[in-house]
């Protein structure tokens, strides 16, 4: 009988979920682009242009502290939940609606997506904290549960229709 994943390797499998919703494809990701990298080119309000190009940036550091960490515990550097339907995750039908809409109708449906990956995220990684055994992957979970809080804050800071403010 196989050994039930411990709660570090359950954990980073689903940041690696959760940011392969939010980071930009790359040659071992190579699926249509993320929100992030749409909402950079495409949004209408400049400020969530911004956000979304910082929020890209930040997320690929944070795959770049994750992959080494997923290689140390033997975990593949592979999306092993492809195609399951999680709260947070960005799905094909999701991807199609931003395809579809445009200005105000994008940056309102971005926002509500991003939100709900970011809120997902934060929990995922508030889990590891608490529940953690493993030093280097707790380290990890503290600092994306405070990224997310200030990812959120700023999100809520953004004016007009996206966010709370205005």
């Not at 579809?100 to 590891?128: C, K, M, N, W, Y």
């Not at 990890?140 to 990812?151: Q, Y």
Request: hydrophobic share 45%; charged share 25%.
């Amino acid at each position: 009988m196989k050994a039930a994943p411990s709660t570090a390797a359950l954990f980073l499998l689903l940041l690696l979920l959760l940011a392969g919703c939010a980071a930009p494809a790359d040659a071992k990701h190579p699926a249509a682009p993320a929100p992030s990298v749409s909402a950079a080119a495409s949004a209408a309000d400049p400020l969530i242009r911004g956000w979304a190009v910082r929020l890209r940036t930040a997320q690929n550091g944070e795959l770049a502290r994750l992959r080494p960490l997923l290689a140390r515990m033997g975990l593949p550097d592979t999306n092993v939940h492809e195609g399951h339907d999680m709260p947070g995750m960005v799905t094909e039908h999701d991807l199609e609606q931003a395809r579809a809409v445009e200005g105000r109708a994008f940056d309102r449906l971005f926002t509500a997506l991003i939100r709900d990956h970011l809120r997902q995220s934060a929990q995922v990684s508030r889990s590891e904290t608490e529940s953690g055994t493993r030093p280097d992957a707790k380290r990890l979970a503290t600092a994306l549960v405070s990224a997310r809080k200030a990812e959120l804050t700023e999100l809520d800071r953004l004016p007009g229709p996206s966010g709370v403010a205005g």
